[in-house]
């Protein structure tokens, strides 16, 4: 049992990771946290993957010319490049999102934003286009 | 020789023509000719579905390899009755909602952002078509965030007109992007397992899987992570607050696109990648995805009756509607996967048109749309309340109507499972659905207008794709024929298995 | 002459044009006004030569578009229909011409809005009458409901406001909530909405669940007032009386019994109904509903609620035909559309005349009244012995065949019900007239004589009379409804 679970370690470290964001995501009120936990969710899916490709006794998945070579498979670090960047986008949106709801409602701990949309009828309007336009 | 290039290439174009002409729009300074760029990718657009639908009609099935590499190697676009009734269905609305988008956007939005609003409307609609065509697991991923992480931008533009937008678009993008790396975490386990990611060769090799444990942990992940994107009951939640207080341009494009995208997926996900392991697909469907369906009718149809704001009325209005669609596609049989297709078509008419609408009476209007606030609007504004009523009785389901063909077969659909129970819970639903909708037209057209009200201005660039919306509900509930076909060939195409 | 197929869709779309043509001569009052008698005119030409048709035992039919599979929008004529639509076009004649009379003698405003919606209502009406399925029934019947909802609330106050809502609530809630799904269940479990001679349900459907789908017809036709589904009756009086006239006595309520009797003969089958005995549960709350609605007329002062409550009740004279399911029964309540129709609509005429001339409005303030406007009062007084059933009236037909019906199948209390409401109708139908002529005034008023108003009535009393003595061209088409 103990050689399983040591056989499989890495993959309870992606577990851990992975439960740890969520948590984060659900339990924190603070909406820079959140991404954060979001940002360790989605590491934890890149760990996930790249052990998945991991062959044992495999090398790093770059030619040498060498037929005998036993490589880790290639194919989970290319999702996983572009899992990073797609991780990369959906961090800066909604840090820049972040920054907007901060501007607009002074404060970016959900319980204070959502006590302001009760209190607070609608938006500052705003037109920003003339009306006798078109 | 350009003319046969174009045609092979079709496909492609589809999402192609619209993601290149973004970063055009995104730098033009004039907000009218970042929506004519917007017109003419969606437009084009249209008339490539067009194409592939017909091409498609006699169950043939275009496989079209990105950059000439080979399947399961390289990344395959799969179009197949499925998938272009469901692109047709898409690609029009969407260059519908383009048309009245042009005045709903210059009223909400300021004209120095229109060119990037612009911008992220070509790529949701770029990468919905994708979405929708890809047969490959994890470019599927891809897709999917290029739709989100765009929609997240359009709904965020919101907070022009209302500060509550950027928290919609914020969760949105949390719970989505949630959503998304569980749908990666399941495709994880079935690369696993089968060692490929096209979704034809998935099916072809997960039979023989070293199953256990890995295939339903990958199947449940991608299932969950899906239904989130879907928003079936209970993880809906994000979508009454993102359609409610985003553009109204914004709202008619989601409401009517985006969730059918996701059915789509759920239903490729079960019928053609897990299509050779049955067992746990009938399990999922029957014994999870058809309570929560149900669960998602009434729980979509109740918050509505409750809800005084008109917008996120029918945006929970949609997570019932959503629920039907999913209920016909978890009935797994031809019946009742065409009666889900037949909706997604339908439905995507309906709320269009409502939310095209509503747009119309909030740019009148300059406020919020309320129960409040639009007392008496069906005398004032004539001619788009008009079209609100035809699209609201397609709603309810009245004959005649686009949405009376979609209840009427997804009732058969249920009757020839001998599910009474669910039938009778789908009819109440449907008796429930009349509440909200007669406590909107009764406001706008039984009660009067508020003492000295302004003068309310009509704008053709809102009512006329509105209308043609609205007669678009009443010809498809006159002939339905083409559709029902349509929805047919899909559900044999969904089930005679094989991506 | 004209072709059937010409025939019906110029009575189909006569009324329509009307409708369009109304707001287009607004400016020229009297053309606008000649508009509707004329339409009614050419569509009541086409109703007679559709119904010479249908007793010639053919079925005229119009085909417009295939929805789906065992469903069409088409149109054919029973000879059900057939009465039906030359009741409502016959009518519209007589009612266009009074509404000209009513709404200029009361000064009224929109008069355009309401001629046009008129006629979209007279044309939802003959859609009806002629519809081929449940499927089309159903469209014009909620169309009917819809063009009908300004003519109700014309006067745009609060009253008429709060009616129109209480109207449509519950017209439109249960026809969406019951006649619809039962509408849906016909067609799963047949796979057709036709009407056939003899019905098609026997066989298809569980005996044991009959009552259950006649019970979500008979509630959904709200138009047919069947108690409780009644309310919105006496609230729709608020209305200028050329539409409780046309509508409320002729049009809207026929449309409701006219449902529920095709649904009974030509869906259900009389011969399904009456062995089954599906039907028996709606003969007592027909019988019910008679004798209440009957006991709340007499209560009531104002006229016109007199007369609505006095409809409710003679619009379940026709459900109880129905229900009883026998040959005679049938015809005999298919025959009441046509003596109700002639008959109620001169009580609605004279009660507009006397609100025009006189401004009265209760049955208290008429003493004496009668000396004033003779015409009307007797005019008043003939359509009373008609719908009281008394010869040489032509209500006496269908009554007696009712009588005979009930009789026939059994049903002995319900001949003491008929008679008890005769009775009842002899009180409270009388009264107005007895007061009008046999007491001296309690109100003077200054009495303005408005020709449009009197000759309506006048003629729809002598055209009761009449129906009498011709009753054996409706009969005719009556008893082709009951032949397999």
Request: glycine share 10%; aromatic share 10%; proline share 4%.
């Amino acid at each position: 049992m103990i050689e399983q679970l040591a056989g499989s370690w890495n993959y309870i470290i992606v577990v851990i990771l992975m439960m740890t964001g969520l948590f984060i995501v659900i339990a924190r009120a603070n909406l820079v946290k959140k991404m954060i936990g979001l940002s360790i969710f989605q590491t934890s899916v890149f760990i996930f993957y790249i052990s998945l490709g991991k062959m044992a006794n495999g090398t790093a998945p770059i030619l040498d010319g060498n037929p005998d070579t036993l490589y880790s498979n290639p194919l989970p670090h290319v999702l996983i490049l572009t899992a990073i960047v797609v991780g990369v986008a959906t961090t800066a949106l909604g840090l820049a999102l972040i920054l907007r709801i901060n501007e607009a409602f002074g404060s970016v701990e959900e319980d204070e934003i959502i006590a302001a949309k009760a209190s607070q009828s609608l938006a500052r309007p705003q037109r920003p286009t003339s009306e006798a336009a078109e | 020789m350009m003319g046969t290039a174009i045609l092979t290439n079709l496909p492609a174009l589809l999402v192609v023509v619209p993601l290149l002409l973004a970063p055009f729009s995104a730098v033009l300074p004039i907000a009218g000719l970042a929506w004519v760029l917007a017109l003419v990718g969606t437009g084009i657009s249209f008339l490539a579905a067009l194409m592939l639908q017909s091409v498609t009609e006699n169950g043939v099935r275009i496989s079209y390899h990105l950059g000439n590499w080979e399947p399961p190697w390289g990344i395959e676009f799969v179009v197949d009755s499925a998938s272009s009734l469901t692109l047709v269905v898409m690609s029009g609305l969407g260059f519908l909602a383009t048309l009245a988008a042009r005045r709903l956007v210059a009223i909400e939005i300021a004209d120095k952002d229109s060119g990037k609003f612009y911008a992220a409307w070509l790529l949701v609609v770029g990468g919905l078509f994708g979405l929708v065509m890809t047969a490959d697991a994890f470019n599927l991923f891809v897709f999917l965030e290029i739709s989100a992480l765009a929609s997240v931008i359009l709904i965020g533009m919101g907070a022009g007109t209302d500060r509550r937008a950027l928290v919609a678009g914020y969760h949105y993008l949390v719970i989505g992007a949630v959503g998304a790396t569980f749908y990666v975490i399941g495709v994880g386990f079935i690369y696993a397992i089968t060692g490929t990611l096209n979704m034809g060769d998935m099916a072809s090799r997960l039979p023989d899987a070293a199953g256990g444990a890995a295939l339903y942990v990958g199947f449940g992940f991608m299932v969950a992570g899906m239904l989130v994107k879907a928003a079936i009951f209970p993880v809906h939640i994000w979508l009454p607050a993102a359609y409610g207080y985003a553009p109204s341009a914004v709202s008619t494009l989601l409401a009517a696109i985006a969730t059918k995208a996701a059915l789509y997926v759920l239903a490729r996900i079960f019928f053609t990648i897990f299509a050779g392991t049955p067992e746990i697909v009938d399990i999922a469907l029957s014994n999870i995805i058809v309570p929560l369906a149900v669960g998602g009718i009434f729980v979509g149809t109740i918050m509505a009756i409750y809800e005084a704001d008109i917008k996120k009325m029918f945006a929970h209005s949609s997570v019932a509607q959503i629920g039907y669609i999913a209920l016909g596609l978890a009935l797994a049989t031809p019946a009742g996967i065409s009666a889900g297709f037949i909706h997604i078509g339908n439905h995507a008419l309906i709320k269009g048109g409502i939310f095209m609408a509503i747009g119309g009476f909030v740019a009148a209007l300059g406020t919020r749309a309320s129960l409040e606030t639009i007392t008496g609007i069906g005398r004032r504004m004539p001619i788009t309340a008009t079209a609100f009523l035809i699209c609201g009785l397609s709603l309810a389901g009245l004959p005649l109507t686009a949405g009376f063909i979609s209840k009427l077969y997804l009732v058969r659909a249920i009757l020839e499972t001998n599910s009474y129970v669910i039938l009778a819970l789908v009819l109440i639903s449907s008796a429930l659905s009349v509440v909200y909708l007669w406590k909107v037209m009764e406001v706008m057209w039984m009660q009067p207008a508020p003492a000295r009200s302004p003068k309310l201005v009509e704008n053709p660039a809102i009512y006329l794709p509105l209308w043609m919306v609205a007669l678009g509900n009443i010809w498809f509930g006159i002939d339905a024929g083409w559709i029902v076909g349509a929805a047919r060939l899909a559900a044999t195409a969904l089930l005679g298995g094989g991506a | 002459m004209m072709s059937l197929h010409t025939a019906m869709l110029v009575g189909l779309l006569a009324p329509l044009f009307v409708a369009i043509l109304t707001p287009v001569l607004a400016v020229r009052h009297v053309w606008r006004d000649a508009a509707g008698p004329i339409g009614g005119v050419i569509t009541f030409i086409a109703a007679v030569h559709v119904a010479l048709a249908v007793l010639d035992g053919e079925t005229p039919r119009l085909f417009v578009a295939q929805i789906a599979e065992g469903l069409a929008l088409e149109f054919a004529v029973t000879p059900l229909g057939a009465i039906f639509g030359l009741v409502a076009s016959g009518l519209w004649i007589l009612a266009a011409l009074y509404s000209v009379g009513y709404m200029r003698g009361n000064h009224e405003k929109h008069q355009t809005r309401f001629a046009a919606f008129y006629a979209v209502a007279v044309h939802a009406a003959m859609a009806v009458a002629w519809s081929g399925n449940l499927l089309v029934l159903f469209v014009f019947y909620e169309i009917l409901t819809f063009s009908t909802y300004p003519l109700v609330t014309h006067k745009e106050s609060a009253l008429a406001r709060n009616a129109g809502r209480l109207y449509m609530s519950i017209l439109v809630g249960t026809s969406v909530v019951l006649l619809l799904p039962a509408v849906v269940w016909v067609w799963l479990s047949t796979g057709t909405l036709d009407f056939r001679p003899g019905g098609y349900l026997a066989g298809q459907i569980d005996p044991a669940m009959a009552p259950i789908l006649l019970a979500l017809f008979a509630f959904g036709v709200g138009k047919a007032a069947l108690m409780p589904i009644h309310r919105w009756l006496p609230a729709a009086m608020v209305a200028p009386t050329p539409v409780s006239a046309l509508l409320h006595a002729v049009a809207v309520v026929k449309a409701g019994v006219f449902t529920i009797l095709t649904v009974v003969v030509y869906v259900f089958g009389i011969d399904f109904l009456a062995e089954t005995g599906a039907a028996d549960w709606l003969v007592w709350l027909s019988a019910f509903t008679i004798l209440a609605s009957s006991m709340v007329a007499i209560t009531k002062d104002d006229i016109k609620a007199r007369l609505a409550y006095s409809t409710i009740s003679q619009l379940s004279y026709i459900v109880l035909g129905a229900a009883i399911a026998s040959s005679i029964a049938v015809q005999g309540a298919t025959l009441h559309i046509v003596m109700h129709a002639a008959g109620k609509i001169t009580l609605f005429f004279c009660a507009g005349a006397i609100y025009v001339q006189a401004h009265l409005t209760k049955i208290s303030e008429l003493d004496g009244q009668g000396r004033e406007m003779p015409w009307v009062f007797a005019a008043f007084f003939i359509g009373a012995l008609s719908i009281i059933g008394i010869p040489p009236l032509g209500g006496s037909w269908s009554k007696f065949m009712l009588m005979v019906g009930a009789v026939d199948s059994g049903y002995l209390v319900i001949l003491g019900v008929l008679g008890l409401s005769s009775l009842l109708n002899i009180y409270y139908l009388l009264e107005p007239v007895s007061r009008g002529f046999f007491r001296p005034k309690v109100k003077t008023v200054e009495v303005t004589s408005h020709p449009l108003v009197v000759i309506p009535p006048v003629l729809t009393a002598i055209l009761s009379l009449l129906l009498f003595f011709y009753v054996d061209f409706f009969a005719a088409l009556a008893k082709l409804m009951v032949i397999s």
